[in-house]
């Protein structure tokens, strides 16, 4: 079973690339971040003729989410249960892949902009919201997407230099960890213990030739799927084409 999550950074810019990441790696399931695309613009019909239905909440310009998979589905849900939220941020669908019931929980998890901002307050609030749904949700699971969250000094290519920012601090941190604490595994962090596997590079100041990265994208499986867990891949080849989202896919594989 293979998964691929990825924020697109706009899935109408990134489409042909999506395309190409289905007809390359042939993927199970598809999680999508940041599609910035309303629902009456989603291109049900092109991912459709590729064999694939597709689970979205979006809005214009800012955020959306998608699952796009070719297996069936049920249980959709399209935002936080219990959490009254404008964004379009979150979205989980069950899906069953021979006799097994998975359920996907896709999240773009907010930036935060500063540690004395509102937004950062908003952060705490939408993580803290999804901790109290994922205590429910805590088998045959995967909680993937753009956390916005570097783990540790490993995921950062200059820890030093994000001291006190968004996407490392302590607080942010410790919610991952809260997350983890949720019968979650890391699996890239599993499978890949010393590799710092980067995610995320600015378009700014030629980051990623030069691989001043973030690991903020990041796929969690529940316990119950360790057993299966057989690979993890960033793809970042995708962060070298013309007109890149700024986000690499990342991809898990598990044998069953």
């Known amino acids: 079973m293979k998964i691929i999550s990825w924020n697109v950074n706009s899935l ?12 390359k ?19 049900i019909e092109s991912f459709n003729n590729l064999g694939y239905q597709s689970i979205f909440t979006g809005q214009k310009t800012f955020n959306g989410v998608a699952i796009i998979t070719k297996l069936p589905f049920e249980n959709i849900l ?8 404008e964004q379009k941020r979150f979205v989980s669908a ?17 930036n935060g902009q500063s540690l004395d901002s509102d937004k950062f307050i908003y952060k705490q609030s939408w993580v803290n919201a999804l901790l109290k749904f994922i205590k ?16 540790d000094d490993i995921d950062c290519h200059d820890p ?18 809260e997350i983890i604490e949720c019968n979650f595994t890391d699996t890239h962090r599993y499978l890949n213990k010393n590799e710092p596997g980067f995610t995320w590079w600015d378009y700014r100041m030629a980051a990623f030739r030069r691989n ?3 690991r903020i994208d990041h796929i969690l499986a529940s316990h119950d799927l360790i057993n299966f867990l057989k690979d993890f891949s960033v793809l970042s080849d995708y962060r070298k084409l013309e007109r890149p989202s700024d986000h690499a896919p990342i991809m898990l594989t598990l044998n069953f």
């Open 25 to 43: 790696h042939n993927p199970d399931v598809i999680s999508l971040q940041e599609t910035k695309s309303q629902d009456e613009n989603f291109p």
């Open 136 to 151: 429910t949700k805590n088998s045959d699971s995967l909680l993937m997407g753009d956390f916005n969250i570097a783990p």
């Open 94 to 110: 069950e899906v069953k892949f021979d006799d097994r019931k998975i359920i996907i929980m896709n999240g773009y998890f907010p």
């Open 12 to 23: 109408k810019i990134r489409h042909n690339q999506l395309v190409d990441i289905i007809n």
């Open 160 to 177: 030093e230099k994000w001291v006190g920012t968004v996407l490392t601090s302590d607080i942010e941190r410790n919610l991952f960890k």
């Open 212 to 214: 001043l990265g973030l």
């Open 78 to 85: 399209l935002n936080i249960p219990n959490f009254q939220d």
